[in-house]
């Protein structure tokens, strides 16, 4: 029987506390279960070379993009794999939009190779290989995706730690828009930590972070007009920080006037995608109709009842 490995990894999405996360500040985050990312990993007769098979990239491993090179090239080297493989990825996860899609590769990857060897993959240890791949892709990442990930449970992260929250359980929607911009989490973590070294906006990071512990409460509460108002403040703090978008602030305008009560950027920013809270599916479905129209890519309406 030829070798072949399988695995598979959902999203996420942040709530609140993205980039401060990266100073040590807390994090809400939450499972993207729509958008979910599978690969398989199968052995190819030894006269071949290795292959990567993807909607991004079709072709020799040698040729692929970073990211992927790097995480198929230390599996092979790492385990002393003599045969070529090929790599399949499938995915309705939209790269570089703050969704968590390298660390949902990363996990479905790390699945898969031990599914191809055969061999245990406790939790700890696939958050170590998932963490390893993410710093090749974010340089300096908190963790909260691969975390998130992993778990599979909306999560409070603070300094490496995980506390597990309760499934969301409030009378509202959210609105869940990939801009269509291509963002780069790393060039913006980077930007964000250059531009605290000035303490006038280190001060805007602990806000961020006093802003996640009253999300934290708005959840526990069930007080979704509590968590719109962390949404908007949020979002004015991350603009100060320069990671919001010119098509990010065009989408939250329209959407207010949709009816829409707040709405924020998601992940690393300057571009990717946003969230935005809506009262009700009717409001929810006319921001959906005027982020299409404005351009936006992918949309997602999910109900915060659980």
């Not at 506390?163 to 964000?192: N, R, W």
């Given at each position: 029987?030829t070798?072949?490995?399988?695995?598979?990894a959902?999203?996420?999405?942040?709530?609140?506390?993205?980039?401060?996360?990266t100073?040590?500040?807390?994090?809400i985050?939450?499972?993207?279960?729509?958008?979910?990312?599978?690969?398989?990993?199968?052995?190819?007769?030894?006269?071949?070379?290795s292959?990567?098979k993807?909607?991004v990239?079709?072709?020799?491993?040698?040729e692929?993009?970073?990211?992927?090179?790097?995480?198929?090239?230390?599996?092979?080297?790492?385990?002393?794999?003599?045969?070529p493989?090929?790599?399949t990825?499938?995915?309705?996860?939209?790269?570089?939009?703050?969704?968590?899609s390298?660390?949902?590769?990363?996990?479905?990857f790390?699945?898969?190779?031990?599914?191809y060897?055969?061999?245990?993959?406790?939790?700890?240890?696939?958050?170590?290989e998932?963490?390893?791949?993410?710093?090749?892709?974010?340089g300096?990442?908190?963790?909260?995706?691969t975390?998130?990930?992993?778990?599979?449970?909306p999560?409070?992260f603070?300094?490496?730690?995980?506390?597990?929250?309760?499934?969301?359980?409030?009378?509202g929607?959210m609105?869940?828009?990939?801009?269509?911009?291509?963002?780069?989490t790393k060039?913006?973590?980077?930007?964000?930590?250059t531009?605290?070294?000035?303490?006038?906006?280190?001060?805007?990071?602990?806000?961020?972070?006093?802003l996640?512990v009253?999300?934290?409460d708005?959840?526990?509460?069930h007080?979704?007009a509590?968590?719109?108002?962390?949404?908007?403040?949020?979002?004015?703090?991350?603009?100060?920080l320069?990671?919001s978008?010119?098509?990010i602030?065009?989408?939250?305008?329209?959407?207010?006037?949709?009816?829409?009560?707040?709405?924020?950027?998601?992940?690393?920013?300057?571009?990717?995608?946003?969230?935005?809270?809506?009262p009700?599916?009717?409001?929810?479905?006319?921001?959906?109709?005027?982020?299409?129209?404005?351009?936006?890519?992918?949309?997602?309406i999910?109900?915060?009842?659980g």
């Amino acid at each position: 029987m030829t070798q072949h490995g399988y695995g598979e990894a959902n999203g996420k999405v942040i709530l609140i506390g993205e980039h401060a996360v990266t100073f040590g500040e807390p994090a809400i985050a939450i499972p993207f279960t729509t958008g979910k990312i599978c690969i398989s990993i199968d052995a190819l007769h030894p006269d071949e070379q290795s292959y990567v098979k993807s909607a991004v990239f079709t072709g020799a491993l040698d040729e692929a993009p970073e990211h992927i090179h790097a995480v198929v090239t230390r599996f092979i080297e790492k385990y002393d794999i003599s045969t070529p493989i090929q790599v399949t990825i499938d995915s309705n996860l939209p790269p570089s939009r703050g969704l968590g899609s390298s660390a949902a590769m990363a996990v479905a990857f790390v699945r898969a190779s031990y599914d191809y060897l055969d061999q245990p993959l406790p939790d700890a240890l696939l958050l170590e290989e998932a963490n390893w791949a993410e710093r090749i892709a974010h340089g300096k990442p908190s963790g909260i995706d691969t975390q998130t990930i992993v778990s599979n449970k909306p999560v409070l992260f603070e300094q490496g730690k995980v506390t597990t929250l309760k499934p969301l359980a409030l009378d509202g929607y959210m609105v869940v828009i990939d801009t269509g911009v291509k963002g780069s989490t790393k060039q913006a973590v980077e930007d964000v930590h250059t531009l605290c070294e000035d303490d006038a906006y280190l001060q805007h990071i602990r806000a961020l972070g006093e802003l996640v512990v009253q999300a934290r409460d708005a959840i526990q509460e069930h007080d979704f007009a509590k968590l719109a108002e962390v949404f908007n403040q949020g979002q004015g703090h991350l603009k100060t920080l320069t990671v919001s978008h010119e098509m990010i602030e065009i989408i939250l305008k329209a959407s207010r006037e949709q009816g829409a009560i707040a709405g924020k950027l998601t992940g690393g920013g300057r571009g990717g995608s946003m969230i935005v809270l809506a009262p009700s599916m009717e409001v929810a479905e006319q921001v959906s109709d005027s982020a299409k129209e404005l351009g936006a890519h992918h949309i997602w309406i999910e109900q915060l009842g659980g």
